[in-house]
């Protein structure tokens, strides 16, 4: 054997060597590298499942809280339908309009508390210029007051706090008739709508 073929047997040999003292190291490693790898996915199942959970108990919470202020609103409601059903039943006894009618006032005052108590109010929409925001317009007509205000209100808005909660029903005005070249311009605008 030559010294070279001897030098490559010897590199081989030592190559075998090394690998089998590396062997036992390096599969440990990949041993312990794959238990952290399960510990990481059982970890990810129990934070999934936390959070299946959790996001539950909101929806549950939130339902419930939901179903206790309609039960609130009713309430509210139900002393006015028992207002309203003491009154109806005092005038069918007694057939006194006066009195169902002082009946009705109290009636419409306890209802305005009501409104008022959460955070309604109504606006009046008439004479003012025409807000999309704000109104919705049913009927457009000529008129002599200049294009675009509330001529009429037929349902009145209501704000809650800063937002519209039922915009006003109006009819508007499209401003007054124009006389171009002879002809008479009213405007093609809400010729379907005049009253």
Not at 85 to 95: C, H, S, T, V
Not at 101 to 118: D, H, W
Request: hydrophobic fraction near 30%.
């Amino acid at each position: 054997m030559t010294n070279k073929e001897h030098s490559v047997d010897q590199e081989e040999q030592r190559a075998q060597e090394e690998g089998t003292q590396q062997g036992p190291d390096l599969q440990a490693q990949l041993e312990e590298k794959e238990q952290e790898a399960q510990e990481l996915r059982n970890r990810l199942l129990r934070l999934r499942a936390d959070f299946e959970n959790y996001r539950k108990q909101v929806e549950r919470n939130t339902e419930e809280v939901a179903r206790r202020v309609s039960d609130q609103e009713v309430l509210d409601l139900l002393s006015v339908y028992d207002s309203m059903e003491a009154a109806f039943r005092a005038y069918k006894r007694l057939e006194d309009a006066q009195a169902f009618v002082e009946g009705m006032e109290r009636i419409f005052a306890q209802l305005a508390e009501i409104l008022e108590r959460k955070g309604c109010r109504s606006f009046s929409a008439q004479g003012e210029k025409f807000n999309p925001t704000c109104h919705e317009v049913l009927i457009a007509t000529e008129s002599p007051e200049e294009r675009d205000t509330i001529l009429e209100e037929f349902e009145r808005g209501w704000y809650r706090g800063d937002r519209v909660l039922r915009t006003a029903k109006v009819k508007a005005s499209l401003g007054p008739e124009q006389q171009m070249g002879g002809e008479t311009n009213g405007g093609n605008e809400g010729t379907n709508n005049r009253d």
